[in-house]
């Protein structure tokens, strides 16, 4: 399985080496790691990782988790703590076909001490959470092990049909789009304007769209955008506006 693994801001080298020796153990190889607080390439990483020690070098860093998750089209991120104003988390197992069905999935990993914040969450499709007794804190390794060990199951049954969606570039460049589009035509302000956004992300995002379908989006938005930037040229509100051929986008 084509499975990224992203660890958001690690502190300790010992956490990526053992993370990168779960992922060989699982049969993952692909390992991002963004912005980085710490020397992970250091001998107690190298030491941790054991036989995994190539696959920690050839990890990839990168400054944000936006361009660390731009090829993929599914990502997962992890939480120990259930968010008040987020979706509940779900039980990996939950997920697995989802993940199985993606060409290219992503899990996300916080850092040590805080874990994932909002923004970051807002950036996954799916939260999953591993049950645990009443001290939820994995260390990262440990939860690196358990959610790959979840979604590599099931390797030897038929392989699903695998789903052709969007990158997250794409879903990103569009809730930009959006953002935008909601700002011009007043539909929200400065103050609402995070929360709506993260509403209508988590609706679009559960539509799993192709990469045909965002581009259809955000030609609708572009009419939206014509349109208002034509009556105000014009001088006349939008809803009376003469609308000629119009940029006949949809694509
Ligand atoms: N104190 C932080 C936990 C950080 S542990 C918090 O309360 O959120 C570092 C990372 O390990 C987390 O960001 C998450 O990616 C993963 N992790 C730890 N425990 C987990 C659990 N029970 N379920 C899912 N992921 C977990």
Redesign the pocket.
Known sequence: MNLAVVLVSPKTPGNVGSAARAMLNMGASDLRIVAPRCDYLDSQAVAMAVHAADLLRSARVYPTLREALADRDLSVG????LRADLPAPRHPALIRPLVRQAAAPALV????????VNSDLEQCQVT???P?GDY???N?AQ?VLL?CYEFLQGQDEPAPVTRKTATREEMEAMYGHLQETMHLIGYTDAVRARHTLRLWRALLDRALMSSAESRLFRGFLRQVKWKVDQAAKEGTPPDTAASPAGPAQTD
């Open positions: 992890t939480s120990a703590r990993f916080g850092p040590e001490e805080t874990g994932l999953v959470r591993i645990t939820a804190s994995l990262l939860a959610v």
